[in-house]
């Protein structure tokens, strides 16, 4: 059957397992100490498990109701997530909460817990013991944890159709908090069903395509395209854990050669760690000729990250054209833009002073440029850009907030009513609603969609808009010391806006002597590249930066923890205000733990 003609996810689902029962819809390559062994899951057992699992669920009365989704193994999940649909829950993916001592995993998962209010929670044999830990240890014991792949769970014969609507939420999509607490955005069968119709619109999927990701089931991009869309296309996946993949990115591309993959991708970071980490002899045995779509999404696309990739992997039969910026969030369920698969990208050279002034203008020789990438057209959305304080439409040539309108926008926040109102129904020029303001900055070009920054995230400077990121990439060139470590500019208010970056250095081999000399580089560069002052700068160990789980730089958490004084480099430089503002403890205590002194020869702001 089209794909038009289900009214819900569940339908479709059931469909596809009756007509391609003997087909594979995922593959899961496990690491093992014997190597990567591959779990097969066909169309049919995924039904059978479904029926089970579902079964099982109907006698906690789950209907309409969230169940928390915690596993490691994307075939259980996937199970999982069929068996909600087919009870009539509400599937709350979320990451296993880790063992003891790993706070960041297990105060987002208990968050997820605590929002949603979901009384089962489902998980898998391997993790049933450390599930059962933190539900003891969050005061949870009301919660029922069932294990979905022990023998017994239920009979599939005791599963009774639930009739769902196409209104009725399939999931709770957690956002990845890389401004805020997580929020469970509330994504509609109706709302799935939009957006996977825009994704095989705009990547011109069809059955025959391969998808292959090591993005975590519980990331929206992981999620609704590499895992649900293969399905809705009645294709199949082939998936590896993040784990595996940041230990060895090159175990992401010999799965896309392995397993003929045509569709995959991740976040921008992603591709600068197969650049880094895979070495020339691993290229050489490497054939992704076939991969058509690298998808680069869910943080800013960097055009020199893009051609690195091309270059880089061009021995291995890959194509230039095959690199496919796009746009998406959570909100939005997922894809909002895309390009045109098979042709190059776009990229356009900014007047950068202008782009600071939230006007568009080409570059001018003799004068600082910015390189934006195209992120393509909008595909089956109304997308404006929007002054965010007044909430009229921008003229053509100008940056603003995107704002989304159309079936895949979400149903608002779970529980927050008020805020959902905000979001998700701004309302345009006094006169057209139901907006979803997305809370990032934007420009059409010709029609094509550039994303310049985050709302939250721009640092003001001297009445000028400057971008983090641009900042963040631009130091990483100072020191060979700094190429593998990831950055946070963001500002603090002290006498004024004050810029503060923080850089993760490796220290193997550096001296305090050279510390310093990184740090006056810094400055030096931001100053002279961004002409704003750079007085507080913090070389920090790997690591130290805070990061989502899809790769998101988590500044407004990096910040906070700034301003708490919990935050602290190996050095140091502070202007006297933010000194005061941040140190004011190691004063009454008398105590000198800022060791560098402000770095002379640097211009003074």
């Known amino acids: 059957m089209p794909q038009s003609d289900f009214a819900t996810f569940t339908e479709l689902l059931r469909t596809r397992t009756a007509e391609l029962a003997d087909q594979d819809v995922h593959i899961h390559l496990r690491d093992t100490r014997g190597g990567v062994r591959a779990e097969h899951l066909t169309y049919g057992e995924l039904d059978r498990a479904a029926r089970r699992i579902a079964a099982c669920l109907q006698q906690y009365d789950v209907a309409r109701k969230p169940v928390l989704l915690l596993y490691s193994s994307t075939v259980e999940f996937l199970k999982a997530f069929a068996g909600?649909?087919?009870?009539?829950?509400?599937?709350?993916?979320?990451?296993?909460?880790?063992?003891?001592?790993?706070?960041?995993?297990?105060?987002?998962?208990?968050?997820?817990?605590?929002?949603?209010?979901?009384?089962?929670?489902?998980t898998e044999t391997t993790g049933a013991p450390e599930v059962a830990l933190w539900l003891a240890r969050s005061n949870r014991q009301d919660a029922a944890c069932v294990v979905t792949d022990a023998s017994g769970t239920a009979d599939p014969a005791d599963f009774r159709p639930v009739a769902a609507r196409p209104?009725?939420?399939?999931?709770?999509?957690?956002?990845?908090?890389?401004?805020?607490?997580?929020?469970?955005?509330?994504?509609?069968?109706?709302?799935?069903?939009?957006?996977?119709?825009?994704?095989?619109?705009?990547?011109?999927?069809?059955?025959?395509?391969?998808?292959?990701?090591?993005?975590?089931?519980?990331?929206?991009?992981?999620?609704?395209?590499?895992?649900?869309?293969?399905?809705?296309?009645?294709?199949?996946?082939?998936?590896?854990?993040?784990?595996?993949?940041?230990?060895?990115p090159v175990r992401w591309l010999q799965a896309i050669d392995e397993y003929g993959v045509t569709v995959g991708g991740g976040p921008n970071f992603c591709f600068d760690l197969c650049v880094r980490r895979v070495t020339d002899e691993q290229v050489a045995s490497l054939d992704l000729s076939r991969w058509r779509l690298v998808i680069n999404g869910?943080?800013?696309?960097?055009?020199?990250?893009?051609?690195?990739?091309?270059?880089?992997?061009?021995?291995?039969?890959?194509?230039?054209?095959?690199?496919?910026?796009?746009?998406?969030?959570?909100?939005?369920?997922?894809?909002?833009?895309?390009?045109?698969?098979?042709?190059?990208?776009?990229?356009?050279?900014?007047?950068?002073?202008?782009?600071?002034?939230?006007?568009?203008?080409?570059?001018?020789?003799?004068?600082?440029?910015r390189t934006l990438v195209g992120c393509g057209r909008p595909v089956g959305l109304d997308v404006r850009i929007v002054d965010p304080v007044t909430h009229h439409e921008l003229r053509p040539g100008s940056v603003g907030e995107i704002w989304v309108r159309g079936a895949s926008v979400a149903r608002g926040y779970w529980k927050r009513p008020t805020e959902s109102v905000r979001v998700f129904r701004a309302t345009l020029n006094n006169e057209e609603s139901n907006f979803l303001r997305t809370g990032d900055l934007g420009l059409l070009d010709d029609g094509e969609l550039f994303v310049t920054g985050r709302l939250k995230e721009v640092v003001i400077i001297n009445g000028r808009n400057v971008y983090p990121q641009d900042l963040e990439g631009a130091v990483r060139s100072v020191s060979p010391a700094l190429t593998f470590g990831t950055g946070a500019a963001f500002s603090v208010e002290a006498d004024r806006e004050q810029l503060v970056l923080v850089q993760e250095i490796r220290l193997a081999g550096v001296t305090d002597e050279g510390l310093r000399s990184v740090a006056q580089r810094i400055q030096e560069l931001i100053g002279k590249e961004f002409d704003i002052p750079a007085g507080n700068v913090l070389l920090v160990r790997p690591g130290t930066v805070r990061r989502t789980t899809s790769g998101k730089i988590q500044r407004?958490?990096?910040?906070?923890?700034?301003?708490?004084?919990?935050?602290?480099?190996?050095?140091?430089?502070?202007?006297?205000?933010?000194?005061?503002?941040?140190?004011?403890?190691?004063?009454?205590?008398?105590?000198d733990l800022l060791r560098p002194e402000p770095v002379e020869g640097v211009r003074p702001w």
């Open 84 to 122: 909600c649909l087919y009870a009539g829950g509400i599937a709350v993916p979320a990451p296993m909460p880790g063992e003891a001592g790993h706070g960041k995993r297990l105060n987002r998962t208990s968050a997820v817990l605590k929002d949603s209010g979901a009384t089962v929670v489902l």
């Open 167 to 248: 209104d009725d939420l399939a999931f709770l999509q957690y956002t990845s908090g890389s401004v805020s607490e997580p929020r469970g955005v509330m994504v509609s069968h109706r709302n799935l069903l939009a957006n996977q119709e825009s994704l095989r619109t705009v990547l011109r999927t069809t059955g025959e395509d391969v998808f292959g990701s090591w993005l975590p089931h519980f990331h929206d991009m992981g999620l609704v395209a590499h895992l649900l869309h293969p399905v809705w296309l009645g294709s199949h996946g082939v998936q590896m854990s993040p784990l595996s993949f940041i230990k060895r």
């Open 298 to 369: 869910a943080e800013p696309v960097r055009a020199d990250s893009l051609r690195a990739f091309a270059d880089r992997f061009a021995p291995a039969g890959l194509r230039p054209e095959a690199l496919y910026p796009s746009y998406g969030l959570a909100e939005a369920t997922l894809v909002v833009s895309g390009g045109t698969p098979g042709t190059p990208h776009t990229e356009r050279l900014f007047d950068q002073a202008e782009l600071e002034r939230d006007r568009v203008a080409g570059a001018v020789a003799g004068r600082a440029a």
């Open 556 to 591: 407004t958490a990096m910040r906070e923890l700034f301003l708490q004084g919990v935050l602290r480099g190996e050095y140091e430089v502070l202007t006297p205000d933010v000194r005061a503002l941040v140190r004011a403890d190691d004063e009454l205590l008398g105590e």
